[in-house]
C-alpha cells in the first residue's frame, strides 16, 4: 500500500495508481500523458470508443481538458462540485486520443472524496478515473479487489477503505440544455434545479 506521496511520484513517473472516490476506486494515469492513458486502457481492457473520465481538482483545472466551459456548464460547477456530478462537455483537440475516443467530448467532474482530490491538486494535472476493474467485471469497492485485479500492474495503491459503490450521475451539456445520460449519487430533480439562472 501507499500514501497520496507515492502515488503522485508514480503518475508523474508515467504509471497507474489506484486510489478511492466516492463511489468506487479509480484507475489513475495522468490524462495529460498519452503513453500514460495508452497503457491505463491496455491494462484495462477498456472497450474501443468508450470515453474515459477525469478528475480535476478545481474549474481552472476542468479548463486544461475542456475546449469551452458554457454558463450552463459553470453554474452546475459552482453549484454541484466538488461532488457525484460528471459533466460532458466539448474536449480540447490535444487531449490524448483515448480519452474521447473520438467523441470530441471529455466527462470530467471535481471529486468529493478527499483522498482522490488531494492526488489530483498535488499531481497538478486531471487524473483519469475509470473504475478499477477489467472490462466486464465488477468495480473495486476496497483495495483489495483492485489488488487482485491488477496485481503488479498498477505501481501505487492508495487505500481509502471501502467505498459504496454508487455511481455518479452524468450530465452532457448540449447548447443550452442539460441531457441526464446517466442518474446515480445526484438525483435529477436536484441537478435540473442547480441548473436554473
Known sequence: MGGVG?????LEAGGLVVF??????????????????????AVRGREPGKPILVLASD???????????SPLA???????????????LPARADLPAA???????????VPAHATARD???????????????PGGWAPATTIAEARAYFRT????????GRCDGAASTVVAIEGGAIRILREGRVDAATVRRAAEE
Open 153 to 160: 500492474d498498477v505501481g501505487a495503491y492508495v487505500d481509502g
Open 119 to 133: 492526488l489530483v491538486a498535488r499531481l497538478g494535472r486531471p487524473v483519469t478515473a475509470p473504475s478499477a476493474n
Open 74 to 88: 459553470r453554474r452546475l460547477a459552482e453549484r454541484l462540485w466538488p461532488g457525484g456530478v460528471t459533466l460532458v
Open 99 to 109: 480519452l474521447t475516443a473520438g467523441t470530441w467530448t471529455i466527462g470530467v467532474r
Open 20 to 41: 478511492p472516490t466516492e463511489s468506487v476506486y479509480g484507475l489513475g494515469a495522468d490524462a495529460t500523458s498519452a503513453p500514460a492513458v495508452e497503457r491505463l486502457v
Open 6 to 10: 507515492e502515488a503522485v511520484a508514480v
Open 59 to 69: 474549474l481552472a483545472m476542468v479548463a486544461t481538458v475542456a475546449h469551452e466551459i
